[in-house]
């Protein structure tokens, strides 16, 4: 029963509980049980419990003292006890050592028991290599006397080693071979074949017992074996392929195949089919032209690929369709590669070997093309895709494309690309293209209408990059980037000399503020000289300035905008969709990361005419500057005359924006799209918002000056009480108001809205009267 003393929320049952946390029971009281609280109740539990022990020992106290007087012969009954024990020990380990000794034994048998099975083994391995050898030499003896029937000088007779009858296969066995009917041929390619299935286990047990001695001193004799078996077997071959008999080709193959020399198969099927087309092929060529010469060469090359290809295609097509269908023939065998390619390959080293020159580009890239159909007829007598990247990855095709120096071609075809681009970037005049063709060479759309030189430069090395005379499928990417470079080299030649002129006027602008005491940039004039300096400053310093920048009339200028908007279109509607279809064959994913390099480079082109368009605006804010400056003939105006309040604008107000109004009526300008324009005219108006501002800015300042002064000059020429002089700053702050209103109106007819300039509102807060301060801007 609880104890009724202790609190409702202590529970002392729970610490018995299996599932008892302490640190849980304290965080869940704590949070309505203070813990000096918890902390006293637990201490006094803890007092009740030891209380309760004590009693609890107290009441047994009496017997546990009286335990040890009771307990009799304690000793006595532990030893009887004890000796059981000790005594099924005593059994135990004597059982064990007995096991023990039964494992030693039986270890002992097992390892001598491997040991003579491991001799024994190698006994029958001995036994077997020599009767397989003996079977060897027997069914070559075989062999050779089946040839000596057929041939007045056979080979070696019956039983005789193999070493003689290697030394004898080369004698007369050619023309027996030959010589032998369609069944007779069958019947003995089927005896090369199980004498090579028992030399291929020659070569596995002397493989398998590489470290006897017995294996040692049979070796000689086993090689020989396969020297004479690959003899008889070339022989064979040889034979039927002329008598091109499928059953007896199948069994030779399976037996070179059986020996792991399908080299000599391939040499066989070189010397016997491929050659004997490809010397044709070369004599009728020599008989029909000389071959000497680069320029023979190149246009030569086409014509003897295509009759070697004629020749094969006659001659081999047969035997190719028959080896590449079989799985295990195909997979052994490297026909097209080491016997096809290869034989065609010595035969160009040896006869053309200027058709590997990359000297003359033009026949190098003819040649080339002539070379990769042939490898592409020679790939299409393949039958799975496994043969295909077989034969790519042989060795043959390795050493026919290494002789191809695909990287000095591209040089040059990179200098005379590049250097034609090169040669029409100009240092000091711009020079207009020449009359384009109707259409490209490659038989695309026209060529866009350019302007400028550098700009048909950039559009015929791009069209040459991809022409069907200069492009080439296996330096796709090299001539990609190349495109992109001429891109990135025409938009840099823009770039950086616009750059130029902007560094000359700001140089221009920063001596005239100097010289006229922080008056008003200089004119027009002045600008173009101290840009021409620079520029021959900078070219002097080695630097890329040549002066034509500073020369360029706005007109030039905007001709060259137009010249990078229609080799951004060209680029985006012909030029990608042709280069497309020349990488036809590299994958979808390739096609869209040169459309995405190519539109980079489009906006890279495009920020470069934005550059030109704001060369073209500053050179019109200079020319407007010019007329501007007739803004300080306002004060002596004034100041000379006596005139009435002013009620209208300034003469010269309308002549501002004149020189844009002109530019635009131009047909340079006229040309341009209509965003470009209306980016011009917002340009030109900012900036000359902005010159307007700081001459506007400086002239009232200078007024209020001025008329304080005579102001202070009249009053103590009159004692103090000299009459108000006339307020002609306030006058002169009217007039301005007016002509930035004019001006204002102006700006609207050339389609700029002044008023969402932030120029022309700084000017309107500097000019516009106190009572209209807070009115809106209106013209």
Known sequence: MADSSLPLWFKPELFLAPEFNP???????????????????????????????????NDDYTDFVSLSTKLVNVDGSLARMQR???????????????????????????ARRQAVAAARALLELMQDTAHVMSKVDKLLGEVCASGAASAASGGPAAGTSAAAAAKGVAVGASSAAASLAPEELE??????????????????????????????????????????LQGYLDEALAATLQSQSPVALSVCLHAYAAIAR????????????????????????????????????????????????????????????HTLSQASTSQAFDFLGGALLAEVHAALEESLPGVFSAGVPANFHA??????????????????????????????????????????????????????????????????????????????????????????????????????????????????????????????????????????????AAGGGEQQGGAAPAGAQQRQQATAGAAQQQQGDGGSGGGWEAAATPEQLAALRQDIDSLCEGLLSAYIPQLSQRLGGQGAEAAEAVASAFSEAAEQLEGAGGALMGAVA??????SVV????????????????????????????????????????????????????????AVAAGVGARYLHLADDTLSTVRKTESSLKRLKARQQGGEGGAAPDTDKMIALQLFLDVQEFGRQAKQAGVDAAQLESYQQLWRLVVPEDQADAAIAF
């Open 23 to 57: 640190a849980a029971y304290v965080a869940d009281l704590k949070r309505y049980v203070p813990l000096e609280t918890l902390s006293t109740e637990l201490h006094s539990h803890l007092n009740a419990l030891k209380n309760k022990l004590v009693e609890v020992i």
């Open 84 to 110: 059981p024990l000790l005594e099924l020990q005593e059994k135990l380990e004597s059982a064990r050592g007995g096991i023990a000794g039964a494992a030693a034994e039986l270890q002992s048998g097992l």
């Open 187 to 228: 019947a003995r390619c089927r005896l090369l074949d199980r004498v090579a299935s028992e030399v291929s286990r020659l070569q596995f047990y002397s493989a398998k017992g590489d470290e006897l001695e017995f294996m040692r001193q049979l070796r000689p004799r086993i090689k020989a074996a396969a020297e004479a």
């Open 262 to 321: 399908p080299q000599a198969a391939e040499a066989v099927v070189r010397a016997t089919l491929v050659a004997p087309v490809v010397q044709r092929a070369m004599a009728h060529q020599k008989a029909a032209a000389p071959l000497s010469g680069p320029a023979a060469a190149g246009p030569q090359l086409g014509a003897v690929l295509g009759a070697v290809s004629e020749g094969l295609n006659a001659q081999c097509a047969p035997f190719l369709e």
């Open 367 to 508: 040649n080339f093309l002539a070379a990769t159909s042939f490898i592409e007829g020679l790939e299409g007598y393949c039958t799975t895709a496994a043969q295909v990247e077989a034969f790519r990855g042989s060795a043959a095709a390795a050493a026919f494309w290494k002789r191809w120096n695909l990287p000095v071609y591209f040089s040059l075809r990179f200098q005379d690309i590049a250097g034609s681009l090169e040669g029409k970037l100009p240092g000091t005049v711009l020079q207009p293209a020449a009359a384009a063709p109707a259409a490209t060479s490659n038989g695309g759309a026209a060529d866009p209408p350019l302007h400028w030189a550098p700009s048909a430069a950039v559009w015929a090395g791009l069209q040459r990059c991809i022409a069907s005379d200069v492009f080439l499928p296996h330096l796709a990417d090299k001539f990609v980037r190349l495109a992109l470079q001429l891109l990135a080299r025409y938009a840099a030649w823009i770039d950086g000399y616009m750059r130029q002129r902007a560094e000359a006027a700001a140089t221009a």
């Open 618 to 623: 500053e050179s019109l804010v200079d020319k």
């Open 627 to 682: 007329v501007l400056k007739q803004l300080r003939g306002i004060v002596a105006t004034f100041r000379m005359t006596s005139r009435a309040q002013p009620s209208r604008p300034s003469h010269y107000v309308s002549m501002i924006l004149a020189p844009l109004q002109a530019f635009l009526q131009t047909e340079a300008a006229a040309k341009l799209s209509g965003e470009a324009r209306q980016q011009l005219a917002t």
